[in-house]
Protein backbone atom coordinates (compact mmCIF):
# COMPACT_ATOMS: atom_id res chain seq x y z
CA UNK A 1 0.00 0.00 0.00
CA UNK A 2 2.97 2.42 0.65
CA UNK A 3 4.57 1.72 -2.27
CA UNK A 4 1.23 2.55 -4.06
CA UNK A 5 0.84 5.58 -2.44
CA UNK A 6 4.36 6.60 -3.42
CA UNK A 7 4.11 5.75 -6.70
CA UNK A 8 1.27 7.82 -7.36
CA UNK A 9 2.34 10.76 -5.16
CA UNK A 10 5.43 10.79 -7.12
CA UNK A 11 3.79 10.45 -10.60
CA UNK A 12 1.40 13.69 -9.36
CA UNK A 13 4.40 15.42 -8.71
CA UNK A 14 6.03 14.29 -12.19
CA UNK A 15 2.81 15.11 -14.20
CA UNK A 16 3.13 18.98 -12.82
CA UNK A 17 6.77 18.55 -13.49
CA UNK A 18 6.25 17.36 -17.23
CA UNK A 19 4.01 20.05 -17.84
CA UNK A 20 6.71 22.85 -16.64
CA UNK A 21 9.19 21.23 -18.65
CA UNK A 22 7.22 21.30 -21.84
CA UNK A 23 6.54 24.70 -20.76
CA UNK A 24 9.83 25.94 -20.38
CA UNK A 25 11.42 23.91 -23.36
CA UNK A 26 9.27 22.97 -26.26
CA UNK A 27 10.65 26.54 -27.36
CA UNK A 28 13.61 25.75 -28.30
CA UNK A 29 14.86 24.52 -31.51
CA UNK A 30 18.93 23.07 -32.03
CA UNK A 31 20.95 25.16 -35.22
CA UNK A 32 21.83 21.64 -36.60
CA UNK A 33 17.86 20.40 -37.04
CA UNK A 34 18.26 23.41 -39.80
CA UNK A 35 21.49 21.89 -41.36
CA UNK A 36 18.53 18.78 -42.25
CA UNK A 37 15.75 20.76 -42.71
CA UNK A 38 17.97 22.52 -45.37
CA UNK A 39 17.91 19.64 -48.16
CA UNK A 40 14.14 19.66 -48.68
CA UNK A 41 14.19 23.60 -49.12
CA UNK A 42 17.38 23.36 -51.58
CA UNK A 43 15.56 20.45 -53.64
CA UNK A 44 11.91 22.28 -53.59
CA UNK A 45 13.19 25.73 -54.63
CA UNK A 46 16.76 24.77 -56.71
CA UNK A 47 16.65 21.04 -57.38
CA UNK A 48 19.25 20.17 -55.70
CA UNK A 49 19.43 17.69 -53.05
CA UNK A 50 22.41 18.73 -51.21
CA UNK A 51 23.25 21.25 -48.02
CA UNK A 52 24.09 24.30 -50.83
CA UNK A 53 21.84 25.36 -53.50
CA UNK A 54 24.50 23.95 -56.33
CA UNK A 55 26.08 21.05 -57.36
CA UNK A 56 29.74 22.12 -55.95
CA UNK A 57 30.59 20.03 -52.83
CA UNK A 58 27.79 18.13 -52.89
CA UNK A 59 28.11 17.22 -48.84
CA UNK A 60 25.59 14.57 -47.31
CA UNK A 61 25.71 16.71 -43.74
CA UNK A 62 22.59 14.88 -42.45
CA UNK A 63 22.67 11.95 -40.34
CA UNK A 64 19.05 11.27 -40.07
CA UNK A 65 17.26 10.61 -43.79
CA UNK A 66 14.19 10.43 -42.35
CA UNK A 67 14.18 13.72 -40.84
CA UNK A 68 15.96 15.19 -44.58
CA UNK A 69 12.87 13.57 -46.51
CA UNK A 70 10.45 14.79 -44.57
CA UNK A 71 11.56 17.89 -45.00
CA UNK A 72 9.98 17.95 -48.74
CA UNK A 73 7.14 18.40 -47.07
CA UNK A 74 7.09 21.88 -45.25
CA UNK A 75 8.62 23.40 -48.38
CA UNK A 76 6.78 21.97 -51.05
CA UNK A 77 2.98 22.69 -49.08
CA UNK A 78 4.72 26.22 -47.92
CA UNK A 79 3.98 25.38 -44.22
CA UNK A 80 7.01 26.94 -41.71
CA UNK A 81 9.27 24.21 -40.97
CA UNK A 82 10.06 24.84 -37.40
CA UNK A 83 6.23 24.46 -36.94
CA UNK A 84 5.89 21.28 -38.45
CA UNK A 85 8.64 19.63 -36.88
CA UNK A 86 7.08 20.78 -33.50
CA UNK A 87 3.74 19.04 -34.92
CA UNK A 88 6.10 15.73 -35.86
CA UNK A 89 7.61 16.17 -32.11
CA UNK A 90 3.93 15.70 -30.65
CA UNK A 91 3.19 13.05 -32.77
CA UNK A 92 6.17 11.04 -31.42
CA UNK A 93 5.37 11.65 -28.07
CA UNK A 94 1.51 10.46 -28.73
CA UNK A 95 3.18 7.65 -30.53
CA UNK A 96 5.17 6.01 -27.61
CA UNK A 97 2.58 7.01 -25.04
CA UNK A 98 -0.44 4.67 -27.60
CA UNK A 99 2.17 2.17 -28.25
CA UNK A 100 3.30 1.38 -24.78
CA UNK A 101 0.36 1.76 -22.95
CA UNK A 102 -1.10 -1.12 -25.05
CA UNK A 103 1.65 -3.26 -24.71
CA UNK A 104 2.19 -3.47 -21.20
CA UNK A 105 -0.15 -5.43 -18.73
CA UNK A 106 -0.66 -2.91 -15.71
CA UNK A 107 -1.33 0.52 -17.44
CA UNK A 108 -1.64 2.49 -14.54
CA UNK A 109 2.65 1.58 -13.74
CA UNK A 110 3.28 1.91 -17.38
CA UNK A 111 2.06 5.83 -17.73
CA UNK A 112 3.05 6.83 -14.01
CA UNK A 113 6.94 5.17 -15.49
CA UNK A 114 5.93 7.78 -18.66
CA UNK A 115 5.22 10.28 -16.05
CA UNK A 116 8.75 9.98 -14.78
CA UNK A 117 10.68 10.18 -18.49
CA UNK A 118 8.49 13.05 -18.96
CA UNK A 119 9.02 14.64 -15.46
CA UNK A 120 13.18 14.86 -17.03
CA UNK A 121 13.96 18.33 -18.46
CA UNK A 122 16.16 16.70 -20.75
CA UNK A 123 12.89 14.23 -22.16
CA UNK A 124 11.38 17.69 -23.30
CA UNK A 125 14.38 19.37 -24.76
CA UNK A 126 14.88 16.63 -27.40
CA UNK A 127 11.74 16.57 -28.09
CA UNK A 128 11.15 19.21 -29.54
CA UNK A 129 14.92 20.24 -30.43
CA UNK A 130 14.01 19.34 -34.07
CA UNK A 131 16.56 16.69 -34.19
CA UNK A 132 16.00 13.16 -34.31
CA UNK A 133 17.36 11.89 -31.13
CA UNK A 134 13.87 11.69 -29.16
CA UNK A 135 12.31 9.69 -32.41
CA UNK A 136 15.31 7.52 -32.28
CA UNK A 137 15.03 6.62 -28.58
CA UNK A 138 11.40 5.87 -29.34
CA UNK A 139 11.83 3.62 -32.11
CA UNK A 140 14.96 1.59 -30.87
CA UNK A 141 13.04 1.67 -27.38
CA UNK A 142 9.86 0.15 -29.34
CA UNK A 143 11.28 -2.01 -31.28
CA UNK A 144 12.90 -3.49 -27.87
CA UNK A 145 9.23 -3.75 -26.80
CA UNK A 146 7.83 -5.84 -29.81
CA UNK A 147 11.01 -7.96 -29.44
CA UNK A 148 9.99 -8.86 -26.07
CA UNK A 149 6.41 -9.66 -27.09
CA UNK A 150 7.44 -11.86 -30.29
CA UNK A 151 5.67 -9.35 -32.34
CA UNK A 152 8.42 -9.45 -34.96
CA UNK A 153 6.46 -7.49 -37.81
CA UNK A 154 6.12 -4.80 -35.53
CA UNK A 155 9.43 -5.15 -34.05
CA UNK A 156 10.84 -5.06 -37.72
CA UNK A 157 9.35 -1.62 -38.54
CA UNK A 158 10.28 0.11 -35.63
CA UNK A 159 13.83 -1.09 -36.42
CA UNK A 160 13.47 0.41 -39.97
CA UNK A 161 12.29 4.04 -38.71
CA UNK A 162 15.26 3.66 -36.16
CA UNK A 163 18.07 3.16 -39.17
CA UNK A 164 16.56 6.02 -41.15
CA UNK A 165 17.10 7.77 -37.92
CA UNK A 166 20.64 7.46 -36.56
CA UNK A 167 23.41 5.54 -38.04
CA UNK A 168 23.63 3.79 -34.38
CA UNK A 169 20.81 1.61 -35.60
CA UNK A 170 22.82 0.14 -38.56
CA UNK A 171 23.71 -2.64 -36.29
CA UNK A 172 20.34 -4.12 -35.64
CA UNK A 173 19.92 -4.91 -39.19
CA UNK A 174 21.95 -7.94 -37.96
CA UNK A 175 20.83 -8.09 -34.77
CA UNK A 176 17.42 -8.40 -35.32
CA UNK A 177 17.30 -11.07 -37.96
CA UNK A 178 19.62 -13.07 -35.58
CA UNK A 179 17.48 -12.52 -32.60
CA UNK A 180 14.35 -13.66 -34.60
CA UNK A 181 15.74 -16.99 -35.57
CA UNK A 182 16.85 -17.30 -31.82
CA UNK A 183 13.55 -16.79 -30.07
CA UNK A 184 11.14 -17.67 -32.73
CA UNK A 185 9.86 -21.41 -31.75
CA UNK A 186 8.79 -22.13 -35.43
CA UNK A 187 12.08 -20.71 -36.81
CA UNK A 188 13.79 -22.19 -34.53
CA UNK A 189 18.15 -22.20 -36.46
CA UNK A 190 18.09 -25.56 -36.10
CA UNK A 191 15.10 -26.46 -38.47
CA UNK A 192 15.94 -23.54 -40.77
CA UNK A 193 19.51 -24.94 -41.67
CA UNK A 194 18.50 -28.39 -41.04
CA UNK A 195 17.54 -29.72 -44.86
CA UNK A 196 15.68 -32.47 -43.89
CA UNK A 197 13.55 -29.90 -41.98
CA UNK A 198 10.15 -28.86 -44.33
CA UNK A 199 9.28 -25.93 -41.23
CA UNK A 200 10.38 -23.51 -43.92
CA UNK A 201 7.68 -24.84 -46.16
CA UNK A 202 5.28 -25.76 -43.46
CA UNK A 203 5.22 -22.24 -42.09
CA UNK A 204 4.67 -19.41 -44.33
CA UNK A 205 3.31 -17.15 -41.57
CA UNK A 206 6.99 -17.63 -39.59
CA UNK A 207 8.89 -17.04 -43.12
CA UNK A 208 6.82 -13.65 -44.06
CA UNK A 209 8.13 -12.50 -40.30
CA UNK A 210 11.78 -13.52 -40.67
CA UNK A 211 11.23 -11.79 -44.19
CA UNK A 212 10.33 -9.08 -42.61
CA UNK A 213 13.48 -8.68 -40.43
CA UNK A 214 15.46 -8.25 -43.64
CA UNK A 215 13.69 -5.37 -44.52
CA UNK A 216 15.66 -2.64 -42.36
CA UNK A 217 18.97 -4.05 -43.73
CA UNK A 218 17.40 -3.76 -47.84
CA UNK A 219 16.41 -0.16 -46.60
CA UNK A 220 19.88 0.87 -45.79
CA UNK A 221 21.82 -1.21 -48.45
CA UNK A 222 19.88 1.28 -51.01
CA UNK A 223 20.06 4.62 -48.85
CA UNK A 224 23.74 3.81 -48.86
CA UNK A 225 23.77 3.17 -52.29
CA UNK A 226 22.01 6.53 -53.18
CA UNK A 227 24.43 8.39 -51.10
CA UNK A 228 27.23 7.12 -52.97
CA UNK A 229 25.49 8.49 -56.14
CA UNK A 230 24.62 11.69 -55.31
CA UNK A 231 27.89 12.17 -52.76
CA UNK A 232 30.23 10.19 -53.87
CA UNK A 233 30.98 8.66 -50.41
CA UNK A 234 28.47 5.76 -48.23
CA UNK A 235 28.65 7.66 -45.14
CA UNK A 236 27.47 10.66 -43.57
CA UNK A 237 29.76 13.59 -43.82
CA UNK A 238 30.47 14.24 -40.14
CA UNK A 239 31.80 10.70 -39.40
CA UNK A 240 34.75 11.94 -41.85
CA UNK A 241 34.70 14.94 -39.62
CA UNK A 242 35.31 12.86 -36.38
CA UNK A 243 37.53 10.16 -37.52
CA UNK A 244 39.90 13.39 -38.44
CA UNK A 245 39.42 14.48 -34.99
CA UNK A 246 41.69 11.81 -34.17
CA UNK A 247 40.22 11.60 -30.82
CA UNK A 248 41.22 9.43 -27.77
CA UNK A 249 39.32 6.57 -26.21
CA UNK A 250 37.58 8.32 -22.55
CA UNK A 251 37.16 5.66 -20.30
CA UNK A 252 35.78 8.28 -17.85
CA UNK A 253 32.98 9.40 -20.84
CA UNK A 254 32.42 5.28 -21.47
CA UNK A 255 31.67 4.63 -17.43
CA UNK A 256 29.50 7.73 -17.25
CA UNK A 257 27.47 6.77 -20.39
CA UNK A 258 27.53 3.20 -19.32
CA UNK A 259 26.42 3.82 -15.46
CA UNK A 260 24.26 6.51 -16.02
CA UNK A 261 22.63 5.20 -18.93
CA UNK A 262 22.37 1.06 -18.86
CA UNK A 263 21.43 0.74 -14.90
CA UNK A 264 17.43 0.48 -16.02
CA UNK A 265 18.52 -2.68 -17.67
CA UNK A 266 18.95 -4.61 -14.39
CA UNK A 267 15.40 -4.61 -13.87
CA UNK A 268 14.60 -7.06 -17.17
CA UNK A 269 16.85 -8.94 -15.66
CA UNK A 270 15.73 -9.06 -12.19
CA UNK A 271 12.38 -10.27 -13.84
CA UNK A 272 14.26 -13.07 -15.33
CA UNK A 273 14.70 -12.17 -18.89
CA UNK A 274 18.39 -13.01 -20.54
CA UNK A 275 18.75 -13.12 -24.43
CA UNK A 276 17.39 -9.55 -25.17
CA UNK A 277 18.82 -7.43 -22.39
CA UNK A 278 22.29 -9.28 -23.46
CA UNK A 279 22.27 -8.08 -26.83
CA UNK A 280 20.81 -4.75 -25.30
CA UNK A 281 23.85 -4.62 -23.50
CA UNK A 282 26.19 -5.42 -25.93
CA UNK A 283 25.07 -3.08 -28.89
CA UNK A 284 24.78 -0.35 -25.99
CA UNK A 285 28.60 -1.10 -25.13
CA UNK A 286 29.71 -0.69 -28.87
CA UNK A 287 27.48 2.01 -29.43
CA UNK A 288 29.27 3.78 -26.01
CA UNK A 289 32.49 2.76 -26.84
CA UNK A 290 32.01 4.46 -29.93
CA UNK A 291 30.94 7.48 -28.33
CA UNK A 292 33.55 7.45 -25.77
CA UNK A 293 36.46 7.50 -28.98
CA UNK A 294 34.78 9.96 -30.98
CA UNK A 295 34.47 13.97 -30.19
CA UNK A 296 30.76 14.56 -29.40
CA UNK A 297 29.64 17.81 -30.87
CA UNK A 298 26.05 19.46 -29.47
CA UNK A 299 26.15 17.20 -26.31
CA UNK A 300 23.86 19.48 -24.72
CA UNK A 301 21.53 18.17 -21.77
CA UNK A 302 23.58 14.66 -22.42
CA UNK A 303 22.04 14.07 -25.77
CA UNK A 304 24.20 11.03 -26.12
CA UNK A 305 23.64 9.73 -23.49
CA UNK A 306 19.83 10.14 -23.34
CA UNK A 307 20.05 8.27 -26.66
CA UNK A 308 21.07 5.29 -24.49
CA UNK A 309 19.33 5.95 -21.54
CA UNK A 310 15.70 6.35 -22.93
CA UNK A 311 15.22 3.34 -25.33
CA UNK A 312 16.55 1.37 -22.28
CA UNK A 313 14.11 3.55 -19.73
CA UNK A 314 11.18 2.28 -22.19
CA UNK A 315 12.12 -1.24 -22.30
CA UNK A 316 12.94 -1.46 -18.49
CA UNK A 317 8.90 0.20 -17.66
CA UNK A 318 7.03 -2.21 -20.16
CA UNK A 319 8.90 -4.74 -18.05
CA UNK A 320 7.89 -3.09 -14.53
CA UNK A 321 4.46 -2.51 -15.70
CA UNK A 322 4.44 -6.28 -17.10
CA UNK A 323 3.10 -10.00 -15.38
CA UNK A 324 2.93 -9.06 -11.98
CA UNK A 325 5.89 -10.94 -9.52
CA UNK A 326 6.64 -11.12 -5.92
CA UNK A 327 10.10 -11.65 -5.06
CA UNK A 328 10.96 -13.80 -1.31
CA UNK A 329 13.49 -11.66 0.73
CA UNK A 330 12.77 -13.38 3.68
CA UNK A 331 11.79 -16.98 5.73
CA UNK A 332 8.17 -18.39 5.23
CA UNK A 333 7.48 -17.57 8.94
CA UNK A 334 6.80 -14.15 8.76
CA UNK A 335 3.58 -12.63 7.32
CA UNK A 336 3.47 -12.51 3.26
CA UNK A 337 3.45 -8.74 3.20
CA UNK A 338 6.75 -8.80 5.21
CA UNK A 339 8.45 -11.64 3.47
CA UNK A 340 7.87 -10.96 -0.40
CA UNK A 341 8.61 -7.54 -1.80
CA UNK A 342 6.68 -6.76 -5.20
CA UNK A 343 8.87 -6.74 -8.09
CA UNK A 344 5.98 -4.28 -10.36
CA UNK A 345 5.95 -1.59 -7.70
CA UNK A 346 9.79 -1.76 -6.70
CA UNK A 347 10.87 -1.77 -10.05
CA UNK A 348 8.27 1.42 -10.74
CA UNK A 349 9.76 3.34 -7.93
CA UNK A 350 13.44 2.74 -8.86
CA UNK A 351 12.92 4.31 -12.71
CA UNK A 352 11.93 7.13 -10.93
CA UNK A 353 14.99 7.24 -9.04
CA UNK A 354 16.83 6.54 -12.15
CA UNK A 355 15.23 9.69 -14.02
CA UNK A 356 15.95 12.04 -10.94
CA UNK A 357 19.86 10.88 -10.77
CA UNK A 358 20.02 10.85 -15.01
CA UNK A 359 18.93 14.66 -14.35
CA UNK A 360 20.52 15.43 -11.41
CA UNK A 361 24.37 14.61 -13.07
CA UNK A 362 23.66 15.47 -16.49
CA UNK A 363 21.90 19.05 -16.11
CA UNK A 364 22.73 21.81 -14.21
CA UNK A 365 20.31 24.97 -13.99
CA UNK A 366 22.16 27.20 -16.08
CA UNK A 367 22.25 25.05 -18.68
CA UNK A 368 18.97 24.57 -18.56
CA UNK A 369 18.17 28.56 -18.51
CA UNK A 370 20.70 28.84 -21.71
CA UNK A 371 18.82 26.23 -23.53
CA UNK A 372 15.26 28.09 -22.98
CA UNK A 373 16.84 30.93 -24.19
CA UNK A 374 18.90 29.25 -27.01
CA UNK A 375 16.39 30.06 -30.15
CA UNK A 376 14.66 33.13 -29.04
CA UNK A 377 18.25 34.45 -28.94
CA UNK A 378 19.35 32.68 -31.84
CA UNK A 379 16.10 34.27 -34.01
CA UNK A 380 17.60 37.75 -33.14
CA UNK A 381 21.36 36.93 -34.97
CA UNK A 382 21.69 33.46 -36.49
CA UNK A 383 18.43 33.50 -37.97
CA UNK A 384 18.05 37.15 -38.53
CA UNK A 385 21.70 37.10 -40.00
CA UNK A 386 20.52 34.49 -42.93
CA UNK A 387 17.22 37.19 -43.57
CA UNK A 388 19.34 39.79 -44.39
CA UNK A 389 21.66 37.72 -46.36
CA UNK A 390 18.66 36.70 -48.77
CA UNK A 391 17.89 40.16 -49.37
CA UNK A 392 21.31 40.34 -50.46
CA UNK A 393 20.27 37.53 -53.45
CA UNK A 394 19.48 40.09 -56.18
CA UNK A 395 23.26 41.71 -56.16
CA UNK A 396 25.19 40.71 -59.46
CA UNK A 397 27.34 38.43 -57.55
CA UNK A 398 25.48 35.71 -55.42
CA UNK A 399 26.18 36.68 -51.51
CA UNK A 400 28.28 33.40 -50.98
CA UNK A 401 30.19 33.68 -47.10
CA UNK A 402 31.86 31.35 -44.64
CA UNK A 403 30.52 30.28 -41.14
CA UNK A 404 30.59 27.52 -38.75
CA UNK A 405 27.45 27.36 -37.65
CA UNK A 406 25.88 25.24 -40.47
CA UNK A 407 22.32 25.77 -39.60
CA UNK A 408 20.29 28.74 -39.15
CA UNK A 409 21.87 31.43 -41.27
CA UNK A 410 22.59 28.86 -44.43
CA UNK A 411 18.77 27.77 -44.19
CA UNK A 412 17.68 31.01 -44.16
CA UNK A 413 20.18 32.83 -46.85
CA UNK A 414 19.57 30.46 -49.63
CA UNK A 415 23.12 30.74 -50.75
CA UNK A 416 25.65 28.52 -50.45
CA UNK A 417 27.92 28.62 -47.44
CA UNK A 418 31.17 27.27 -46.22
CA UNK A 419 31.25 25.58 -43.38
CA UNK A 420 34.44 26.05 -42.24
CA UNK A 421 33.63 23.31 -39.36
CA UNK A 422 33.11 20.75 -41.58
CA UNK A 423 30.00 19.59 -41.32
CA UNK A 424 28.51 21.49 -44.10
CA UNK A 425 31.24 20.74 -46.49
CA UNK A 426 33.04 17.23 -47.87
CA UNK A 427 36.06 19.47 -49.17
CA UNK A 428 36.84 21.08 -45.58
CA UNK A 429 35.78 17.14 -43.85
CA UNK A 430 38.68 15.74 -46.36
CA UNK A 431 40.96 18.81 -47.18
CA UNK A 432 40.86 21.06 -43.90
CA UNK A 433 40.39 24.41 -44.17
CA UNK A 434 42.89 25.74 -46.99
CA UNK A 435 43.18 28.68 -49.43
CA UNK A 436 42.27 26.31 -51.95
CA UNK A 437 39.41 25.64 -50.47
CA UNK A 438 38.17 28.98 -49.60
CA UNK A 439 38.85 29.67 -53.09
CA UNK A 440 36.45 28.01 -54.51
CA UNK A 441 34.30 29.07 -52.76
CA UNK A 442 35.68 32.65 -52.98
CA UNK A 443 33.27 34.26 -50.15
CA UNK A 444 32.32 37.27 -50.00
CA UNK A 445 31.00 37.63 -45.98
CA UNK A 446 33.04 35.79 -43.63
CA UNK A 447 31.72 35.14 -39.58
CA UNK A 448 33.81 34.06 -37.39
CA UNK A 449 33.31 32.95 -33.99
CA UNK A 450 33.69 35.12 -31.45
CA UNK A 451 33.70 37.18 -27.81
CA UNK A 452 32.51 40.18 -28.39
CA UNK A 453 35.73 43.32 -27.95
CA UNK A 454 38.03 39.88 -27.83
CA UNK A 455 39.73 37.69 -30.31
CA UNK A 456 37.74 35.40 -32.71
CA UNK A 457 37.90 31.69 -31.59
CA UNK A 458 41.85 29.75 -32.43
CA UNK A 459 39.92 27.04 -34.22
CA UNK A 460 38.76 25.57 -37.28
CA UNK A 461 41.39 27.33 -39.49
CA UNK A 462 40.85 30.74 -38.00
CA UNK A 463 44.36 31.71 -39.00
CA UNK A 464 44.26 30.22 -42.68
CA UNK A 465 41.24 32.24 -43.15
CA UNK A 466 42.66 35.31 -40.98
CA UNK A 467 45.60 34.90 -43.62
CA UNK A 468 43.15 35.05 -47.01
CA UNK A 469 40.79 37.45 -45.62
CA UNK A 470 44.21 39.95 -45.45
CA UNK A 471 44.97 38.92 -49.00
CA UNK A 472 41.62 39.67 -50.19
CA UNK A 473 41.04 43.10 -48.55
CA UNK A 474 38.16 41.82 -45.77
CA UNK A 475 38.31 44.39 -43.31
CA UNK A 476 36.03 43.97 -39.66
CA UNK A 477 32.56 45.35 -39.71
CA UNK A 478 30.47 44.61 -36.62
CA UNK A 479 29.24 41.85 -34.50
CA UNK A 480 26.44 39.96 -34.50
CA UNK A 481 25.49 39.32 -30.82
CA UNK A 482 23.94 35.84 -29.76
CA UNK A 483 24.87 36.70 -26.15
CA UNK A 484 27.53 38.85 -23.98
CA UNK A 485 29.93 36.23 -24.42
CA UNK A 486 29.30 34.73 -27.63
CA UNK A 487 28.95 36.90 -30.74
CA UNK A 488 29.43 36.19 -35.04
CA UNK A 489 32.24 38.71 -35.80
CA UNK A 490 31.69 39.82 -39.46
CA UNK A 491 34.41 40.49 -41.89
CA UNK A 492 33.65 41.96 -45.41
CA UNK A 493 35.94 43.71 -48.21
CA UNK A 494 32.68 45.90 -49.39
CA UNK A 495 30.77 45.98 -46.11
CA UNK A 496 26.50 45.72 -46.48
CA UNK A 497 24.45 48.25 -44.87
CA UNK A 498 21.93 45.24 -43.99
CA UNK A 499 24.08 43.03 -42.38
CA UNK A 500 25.59 46.47 -39.97
CA UNK A 501 21.41 46.77 -39.20
CA UNK A 502 21.65 42.73 -37.81
CA UNK A 503 24.30 43.77 -36.17
CA UNK A 504 22.62 46.76 -34.32
CA UNK A 505 19.58 44.97 -33.63
CA UNK A 506 21.00 41.55 -32.36
CA UNK A 507 23.52 43.33 -29.52
CA UNK A 508 20.14 45.13 -28.64
CA UNK A 509 18.59 42.14 -28.29
CA UNK A 510 20.80 39.78 -26.87
CA UNK A 511 23.70 41.36 -25.05
CA UNK A 512 21.59 40.84 -21.83
CA UNK A 513 22.92 38.84 -19.23
CA UNK A 514 21.02 35.32 -18.66
CA UNK A 515 19.04 35.69 -15.89
CA UNK A 516 17.77 38.80 -16.84
CA UNK A 517 16.68 37.58 -20.34
CA UNK A 518 15.61 34.69 -18.87
CA UNK A 519 13.12 36.30 -16.26
CA UNK A 520 12.08 38.96 -19.30
CA UNK A 521 11.50 35.73 -21.64
CA UNK A 522 9.88 33.23 -20.14
CA UNK A 523 6.59 34.50 -19.32
CA UNK A 524 6.27 34.43 -23.64
CA UNK A 525 4.43 31.43 -24.44
CA UNK A 526 6.65 29.16 -26.11
CA UNK A 527 4.69 28.62 -29.27
CA UNK A 528 5.36 32.19 -29.78
CA UNK A 529 9.19 30.49 -31.09
CA UNK A 530 7.10 27.90 -33.33
CA UNK A 531 8.49 29.83 -36.69
CA UNK A 532 11.25 30.10 -38.70
Known amino acids: MFQSRLIWGLAFFSGLLCLLSFYVFSRFTVDDAFITWRYGRNLIEFGVWGYNP ?17 SILPAYFGIDTVLFFKGLSIANLILLICVFLRSVENKALGFAALLFLFASPATAIHLFSGLETFAYAVFLGLAFIKLDRREHVEASIFVLFAVLSRPEAWLWTVLLPALVLLTDQQLAVRKVLSSRSKAHSNDPDGLKRLSFTFLPGVFL ?8 AQFGYFLPNTFYIKSASGADFNMSVFIAIALFGL ?4 IPFFSGRRLLPLVILGYFTLVIYNYASSDLQMNYAWRFEFQVFTPVYIYAAF ?32 LAFAVAVFTDVGLGGRELRELATYYPRALDAHAALGKAIDTLSDTPKAPVFLLGDAGMTAFHSRQSALDNVGLG ?36 GRD ?57 DITRPPWVYWRE
Not at 54 to 70: E, G, I, K, V
Not at 221 to 228: E, S
Request: net charge negative.
Open 425 to 460: SALVAQQGVTKTVIDQYAPSMVFLHAVPDGEPWASF
Open 319 to 350: VAAGKELNFRIISDQAPFSERHIHFNSASTLS
Open 263 to 266: TPLL
Open 464 to 520: TITEWMTENGFKYVCDIYYNPDYSLRYFSATASTEIEAVCASSRAANDIDLGDYFER
Open 54 to 70: TDADLTQAYTNPLYAFL
Open 221 to 228: AVMLAAHK
